[in-house]
């Protein structure tokens, strides 16, 4: 399978790129704004430079392709209209355009847990203890909190209209992504961890410990990610689909029994196992 990857040197797409490239039944294209140095752990790969906002750039990646997905985008919460406006927008419109002129079968997007955030910021912190009893699943209202969680919104929308109005592609895959990391912070203390490490907080801090409560909740690894990838792109029996994408977290607040059951969604992490 031909597989596109755009975006593909962030949080997720490197973890695709660690548990799938050498996977022989793929054959991917990395997409990305800009390229590697060689001595750069992922500058070995080739990479097709161009931006999403160019739909001749999207357009020349998707050709041949059997499949995408679409990971490029602004990423934070705090965005304005304006910062989020080319990647998000038009960048989701051109690669849906580009998967229908080249016949892309399958498509998968990357949305966001942001896509619900509204829920979390009615809840938290109490949300982040077990058997708190909220989950949320593809069937909730959206709730977005920002600019950014309401374009992913807009982009799981704009999927539904293509496959439903349009010969291409045939099939569309949201998951709602909640925390990936980059292999130095996999793990739910990773965020806190961080943390330390810039000085915002010290470790055994209120502001420690809560953001390791909510790593708990939230976390999904990297091969749970790649897994979850690797499930859609096998998949030949969702037309339109909205997925959580977490790992079996006991505190998690978003349902994967969906995954489980359209997709073959099989996680093999969870957060309270590390103490």
């Given at each position: 399978m031909d597989v596109v990857i755009t975006g593909a040197y962030g949080r997720c797409g490197t973890a695709v790129i660690d548990h799938l490239h050498d996977d022989s039944a793929y054959e991917f294209s990395y997409l990305n704004r800009s390229d590697r140095p060689d001595d750069h752990p992922y500058g070995h790969l080739d990479t097709i430079v161009g931006?999403?906002?160019?739909?001749?750039?999207?357009?020349?990646?998707?050709?041949?392709?059997?499949?995408?997905?679409?990971?490029?985008?602004?990423?934070?919460?705090?965005?304005?209209?304006?910062?989020?406006?080319?990647?998000?927008?038009?960048?989701?419109?051109?690669?849906?355009?580009?998967?229908?002129?080249?016949?892309?079968?399958?498509?998968?997007?990357?949305?966001?847990?942001?896509?619900?955030?509204?829920?979390?910021?009615?809840?938290?912190?109490?949300?982040?203890?077990?058997?708190?009893?909220?989950?949320?699943?593809?069937?909730?209202?959206?709730?977005?909190?920002?600019?950014?969680?309401?374009?992913?919104?807009?982009?799981?929308?704009?999927?539904?209209?293509?496959?439903?109005?349009?010969?291409?592609?045939?099939?569309?895959?949201?998951?709602?992504?909640?925390?990936?990391?980059m292999p130095q912070y996999d793990h739910p203390y990773g965020d806190a961890e961080k943390g330390v490490e810039e000085g915002r907080f010290s470790r055994g801090s209120d502001s420690y410990s809560q953001q390791v409560a909510r790593m708990k909740a939230t976390w999904q690894s990297r091969r749970d990610f790649a897994h979850q990838i690797r499930c859609c792109l096998e998949d030949d029996s969702v037309e339109f689909g909205v997925f959580s994408g977490v790992s079996d977290n006991t505190r998690r607040w978003f349902d994967i029994e969906h995954a489980r059951a359209c997709l073959g969604y099989d996680p093999k992490d969870d957060a309270e196992d590390w103490t």
């Open positions: 931006d999403v906002a160019d739909a001749d750039a999207v357009s020349g990646a998707f050709e041949g392709q059997d499949a995408a997905v679409h990971m490029a985008a602004y990423p934070y919460t705090d965005g304005t209209w304006a910062d989020i406006f080319e990647p998000n927008i038009i960048g989701m419109y051109n690669a849906l355009e580009a998967a229908r002129e080249h016949k892309v079968e399958t498509f998968v997007f990357l949305s966001s847990n942001h896509v619900m955030g509204q829920y979390e910021t009615e809840h938290s912190p109490d949300l982040y203890q077990p058997q708190y009893g909220l989950v949320l699943d593809h069937t909730d209202p959206v709730r977005p909190d920002s600019f950014y969680g309401t374009s992913k919104s807009f982009g799981e929308d704009l999927g539904r209209y293509y496959v439903e109005n349009q010969e291409y592609p045939r099939r569309f895959y949201a998951l709602r992504v909640c925390s990936v990391r």
